[in-house]
């Protein structure tokens, strides 16, 4: 998996931002963990958890995905539901 497997067609201009800087984080591991993540999701999310995703994606690499990994616990305002959403989310195909 490289990109998007998603269509921006049909979703509003905040969900398509947040879909571009998902897939855009600069360290792949990044792009393919929220990116994934966003191609799967960015439609069903409430405004709330849009909210939690732009707060989720000020937070730089390095720390995101340290947390992701368990290394490292993000501050409780930007550790809510959403990023335990993300943490679980499987980033493997199902299918390799």
């Given at each position: 998996m490289t990109g998007t497997t998603r269509s921006s067609d049909g979703l509003d201009d905040r969900r398509k931002r947040?879909?571009?800087?998902?897939?855009?984080?600069?360290?792949?591991?990044?792009?393919?963990?929220?990116?994934?993540?966003?191609?799967?999701?960015?439609?069903?999310?409430?405004?709330?958890?849009?909210?939690?995703?732009?707060?989720?994606?000020e937070v730089n690499d390095p720390d995101l995905y340290a947390a992701i990994t368990g290394d490292k616990l993000l501050p409780a305002d930007v550790a809510g539901a959403l990023?335990?959403?993300?943490?679980a989310f499987p980033v493997a195909d199902s299918n390799v």
């Open positions: 947040l879909l571009f800087r998902c897939w855009h984080r600069g360290t792949r591991e990044m792009d393919l963990i929220l990116g994934r993540f966003a191609d799967a999701e960015i439609g069903n999310l409430s405004e709330a958890e849009l909210t939690q995703l732009e707060t989720l994606l990023f335990a959403r993300i943490k």
